[in-house]
């Protein structure tokens, strides 16, 4: 499927920024499945600097410096994404999640997509006893692991409600864990906590969801809206799987990557420093458009 993806972030200040420095990650790049075809940042106020990188995990990061006041500043990508159709494995024909735990411990893989780095705790995600019980209920001893997982999103999304405002970028998944409620990126971190918590590998995805549903299909939370969902490790043959527990499906040919870390801290769109005073909103608007 080849899609026009069209983002526009708007940083509204209250007071104008003499100075700032910011570090976006708005670019996709090609990976396994997904190849990007043209993909460019128009940036206003234009910056007096401005650099491109990667880090570790592959992720396309951008720096910029602007030095002239504004009040307001914007970031908007166009770019061309085609993401392959790709059939996941047969849930049942997935090795015993405990088996799945024993190789991702051995590993000695040290490279970006390792499952070692995405075993332990990170900056926003910790390993929480309640959400790990939670759980364990989907991963009974010598179950398949994909048929764990399947059973789990289904679970989160009828126990968990979605709802925006509940939460902010920075609850953690305990906090929107006893609410029972909270956007993508707290389900995501739910998930992720309480995989690692019974010791499987868990990437977070942050990404974008098909505008337009297809036809008789219901159309999907968070599409209209920057996306998150998570990667589980499911043994060295089936390797990375995504799962969207927002949506209680598997991550398909809708998903489109953007980045991918440990956590939301890894991904975040937009990071950096101000010089100026007052509050400041951000509003963010996504179209996906398949390409006919």
Avoid at 256 to 261: K, P, Q, R, S, Y
């Amino acid at each position: 499927m080849i899609y026009d993806v069209r983002q526009t972030t708007t940083c509204s200040y209250a007071s104008p920024v003499a100075r700032a420095r910011h570090v976006l990650r708005l670019t996709p790049v090609s990976r396994d499945g997904e190849r990007v075809h043209v993909a460019a940042l128009q940036i206003v106020p234009e910056p007096a600097h401005r650099r491109e990188g990667q880090d570790f995990f592959g992720n396309r990061l951008t720096w910029i410096e602007i030095n002239q006041p504004h009040e307001v500043l914007t970031v908007k990508l166009s770019a061309r994404v085609v993401v392959d159709a790709s059939a996941a494995p047969a849930a049942l024909q997935t090795p015993e999640w405990e088996a799945v735990r024993e190789d991702a411990f051995a590993t000695s893989d040290i490279g970006p997509l390792s499952p070692a780095h995405f075993l332990f705790p990170s900056r926003i995600v910790s390993l929480d006893p309640e959400i790990r019980d939670y759980i364990r209920h989907s991963f009974p001893p010598g179950r398949a692991v994909l048929d764990a997982a399947i059973e789990l999103i289904g679970r989160m999304k009828a126990d968990i409600v979605y709802e925006i405002g509940a939460t902010t970028v920075t609850t953690t998944p305990p906090m929107s864990f006893a609410l029972r409620r909270g956007v993508c990126q707290d389900f995501a971190h739910i998930m992720i906590s309480g995989l690692r918590g019974i010791g499987l590998p868990a990437a977070y995805v942050s990404g974008y969801l098909r505008t337009a549903p297809r036809t008789g299909t219901a159309r999907l939370q968070g599409a209209d809206a920057m996306h998150a969902w998570v990667l589980l490790w499911c043994g060295p043959a089936a390797g990375w799987i995504g799962l969207d527990p927002t949506n209680a499906v598997l991550a398909s040919e809708d998903h489109v990557t953007l980045a991918i870390g440990r956590d939301y801290t890894d991904v975040a769109p937009m990071d950096g420093v101000i010089l100026g005073s007052g509050g400041q909103h951000i509003d963010v608007s996504v179209n996906v458009m398949p390409v006919e």
